[in-house]
């Protein structure tokens, strides 16, 4: 049985400075690479460097941001037949900067991302007999979201949505969604107030719940992550303690270590508590996926935190 990650691919065009720019205004950095991302890419290297079976369904440009982004899954061990080659469309793309106390900002090209749509859709349905888990973003188009979560359902399969970026969603989506996960600011952003506190979380989480989802996760950094599910369990995971240096796709990791930990049946705290160690570990490293963890790093990580 496989995870199935339906979402966004893209290339990271990544400055790091010495803090980040106000409005109008323009500064020097001191280094540029650039790294394969996108969140759904993100998710799908999180769970196969921990020894997931994971498949990619998405789309690239036919260039060379392309080639190079389903090279870099494929030697990540991510399936990608079902990545289609949008020829008539760039690669989408991710311009960040990263200050000196890893902190981001992000502007984002769809491209190839934002042609997703119902062809996706049916190549996802096509793999779903063999699927346990789907986890999906909302970087490329809610309706094709909407769709995919939508055909999970209908199979029984167990779908995880990461918010991110955040926006209103519809009403229908939260009932299709076994699973939320947003951070601080996009829980925020549902729910319409300020998520400051674990208290204002655990009510965020209670919120979403009402909204049809059965488990919400709401990942708060350093100060921990607060969970509620519609059977009246909830809890709180507190932080690793690591020295971050980039925490870009510290979110896509964390989803990615707990959908593994789901597909190895462990309860939801442990899942949670390996969410928590890869989101950690990937913000100890630069990049998007080449932060990502291997499974060798990841199980000597709990346990040198092991309670």
Do not use: C
């Not at 080659?85 to 769809?110: F, K, L, M, T, Y």
Request: glycine share 8%; charged share 15%; hydrophobic share 50%.
């Amino acid at each position: 049985m496989a995870l199935l990650v339906f979402g966004s691919i893209n290339m990271d065009l990544v400055a790091r400075t010495p803090r980040l720019p106000a409005p109008a205004e323009t500064i020097t950095g001191h280094e540029f690479f650039t790294a394969p991302g996108g969140k759904g890419a993100n998710q799908a290297v999180a769970a196969a460097k921990l020894n997931i079976p994971t498949k990619m369904i998405g789309r690239v440009g036919g260039d060379g941001f392309g080639a190079e982004l389903l090279q870099n899954l494929q030697t990540n061990g991510v399936d990608t037949a079902s990545v289609w080659v949008d020829n008539e469309v760039s690669s989408g793309v991710a311009i960040i900067a990263v200050d000196d106390q890893a902190q981001n900002n992000i502007i984002i090209v769809p491209g190839a991302n934002g042609r997703v749509a119902q062809p996706d859709v049916e190549r996802l349905a096509a793999n779903l007999d063999d699927a346990n888990v789907l986890l999906l973003q909302l970087e490329v188009p809610l309706e094709a979201t909407l769709a995919a979560a939508r055909a999970a359902r209908e199979r029984g399969v167990t779908v995880i949505l990461d918010p991110a970026p955040a926006r209103q969603l519809p009403p229908q989506l939260y009932r299709l969604v076994n699973i939320i996960t947003p951070n601080e600011v996009e829980a925020a952003q549902l729910v319409d107030f300020p998520i400051t506190t674990q208290q204002d979380a655990l009510r965020a989480a209670e919120t979403l719940l009402e909204r049809g989802v059965e488990i919400a996760i709401v990942k708060m950094g350093a100060q921990g992550v607060v969970y509620a599910t519609k059977t009246g369990q909830q809890g709180f995971v507190p932080a690793f303690k690591i020295k971050a240096v980039d925490t870009v796709a510290a979110g896509d990791a964390f989803n990615g270590g707990f959908a593994a930990a789901l597909m190895q049946q462990l309860k939801l705290e442990q899942a949670i508590v390996w969410g928590a160690a890869a989101g950690a570990l990937s913000a100890t490293k630069a990049g998007a996926q080449p932060s990502m963890p291997s499974r060798a790093e990841f199980d000597q990580f709990l346990q040198n935190n092991a309670n």
